[in-house]
Nanobody, 111 residues
Framework: QVQLVESGGGLVQAGGSLSLSCAAS????????MGWYRQAPGKRRELVAS???????YYAGSAKGRFTISRDNAKNTIALQTDNVKPEDTAIYYC?????WGQGTQVTVSS
């Protein structure tokens, strides 16, 4: 059974740090491309960043220069991190293997 479980969301102050983690199980993690999406209230779900099985990252426009995606194939986890979170980063963040999705974790940034 495929499971993607996000953690690390919550209330963060603007300008602060945010670290999200996703624990994956039930599929061949090391050979899978992985990603983070987010969905803000009233908006469509959008890609934040992805990382291929070789560890090469890709960042969507809004995430470039602020977010870092990483993976640990030994632990079957991916992470998303920023040291400069903004109010517009408020959203539900989803971990995905592009075949399956996690339940999401809420991130709220206060100004």
């Amino acid at each position: 059974q495929v499971q993607l479980v996000e953690s690390g969301g919550g209330l963060v102050q603007a300008g602060g740090s945010l670290s999200l983690s996703c624990a994956a199980s039930g599929f061949s993690f090391s050979t899978s491309n992985m990603g983070w999406y987010r969905q803000a209230p009233g908006k469509r779900r959008e890609l934040v960043a992805s990382i291929n099985r070789s560890g090469t990252p890709y960042y969507a426009g809004s995430a470039k220069g602020r977010f870092t995606i990483s993976r640990d194939n030994a632990k079957n986890t991916i992470a998303l991190q920023t040291d400069n979170v903004k109010p517009e980063d408020t959203a539900i963040y989803y971990c995905t293997s592009f075949d399956h999705w996690g339940q999401g974790t809420q991130v709220t940034v206060s100004s």
